[in-house]
Nanobody
């Protein structure tokens, strides 16, 4: 199983993008999910996280601008990014706890990343 992050692109400062994270094959469930970004020259950092029941947590740098959400039936997580700033530029990855088969174990998986470029 792979997680596929999509929706990245190039926007000007102040613009918006919506990222999606979904499994590459049929799975039983997707649990807690986080979005991370790796900006040039920096370590990967968590920007937002959501548990299965919808409780969220955000990095201070994105509070009020980013919204993480999920569709448990569709097994997809989203990151809506508004008022983007040049410092939001980076590769965005999703990470989720996935149960592939009913009754099976839960493992953490990473997506392949999607590039977000914000120009000033």
């Amino acid at each position: 199983v792979q997680l596929q992050a999509s929706g990245g692109g190039s926007v000007q400062a102040g613009g918006s993008l919506k990222l999606s994270c979904a499994a590459s094959q049929r799975i039983d469930s997707m649990g807690a999910t986080g979005w991370y970004r790796q900006s040039p020259g920096k370590l990967r950092e968590q920007v937002a996280r959501i548990n299965y029941w919808g409780a969220t947590d955000y990095a201070e740098s994105v509070k009020g601008r980013f919204t993480i959400s999920r569709d448990n039936a569709a097994k997809v997580a989203y990151l809506e990014m508004n008022n983007l700033k040049p410092e939001d530029t980076g590769v965005y990855y999703c990470n989720a706890n996935v149960r592939i088969r009913p009754g099976g174990r839960v493992d953490a998986y990473w997506g392949q990343g999607t590039l977000v470029t914000v120009s000033s």
